[in-house]
Structure formats: C-alpha cells, structure tokens
C-alpha cells in the first residue's frame, strides 16, 4: 500500500481561519464604533449654547406688560 492511495485528512482547516476572525473582529468593532457615535451625535451631542448676554438675560428677566381686561380694575 502506497502513501498516495491514502485518504486525505478530513480535518483540514480553513486557508487562514486568523485572517478571517480578525476582519470580522474589526468589522463588529468598527460597526459598535459607529453605532454608539450615532447615539452619542442624537441623544448627547451638546446643544447650542444659550445667549447670557446682559441684554438677554434682562430681557428675559424683565416683566411682561399686561393690559388689564375692562372686566377688573
């Protein structure tokens, strides 16, 4: 019996199982990367600031005038 007329071996691995798992480890990192950025830029993206201009802040701060209705005094 000669060594070619063998089985061949059924336990072969894949041709480079590493390379594989590691594009998908940075396909499945750089997707959670983007995921969480798009929740950040919706839900925590820092809003516009408000004017604390003296002028603001007085206008804001200042009365309403109101007109009395003819019904009270």
Same mark, same amino acid.
């Given at each position: 019996? =000669?060594?070619? =007329?063998?089985?061949?071996?059924?336990?072969?691995?894949?041709? *480079?199982?590493? *390379? *594989?798992? $590691?594009?998908?480890?940075?396909?499945?990192?750089?997707?959670?990367?983007?995921?969480?950025?798009?929740? @950040? @830029?919706?839900?925590?993206?820092?809003?516009?600031?408000?004017?604390?201009?003296?002028?603001?802040?007085?206008?804001?701060?200042?009365? $309403?005038?109101? $007109?009395? $209705?003819?019904?009270?005094?």
């Amino acid at each position: 019996m =000669s060594l070619s =007329s063998v089985e061949p071996d059924r336990h072969v691995l894949p041709h *480079r199982p590493l *390379r *594989r798992l $590691t594009v998908e480890l940075f396909g499945v990192v750089a997707l959670k990367i983007m995921l969480l950025t798009l929740i @950040w @830029w919706v839900a925590f993206a820092p809003q516009p600031k408000p004017d604390v201009s003296p002028d603001a802040v007085a206008h804001r701060l200042a009365p $309403t005038s109101q $007109t009395p $209705t003819e019904g009270h005094p």
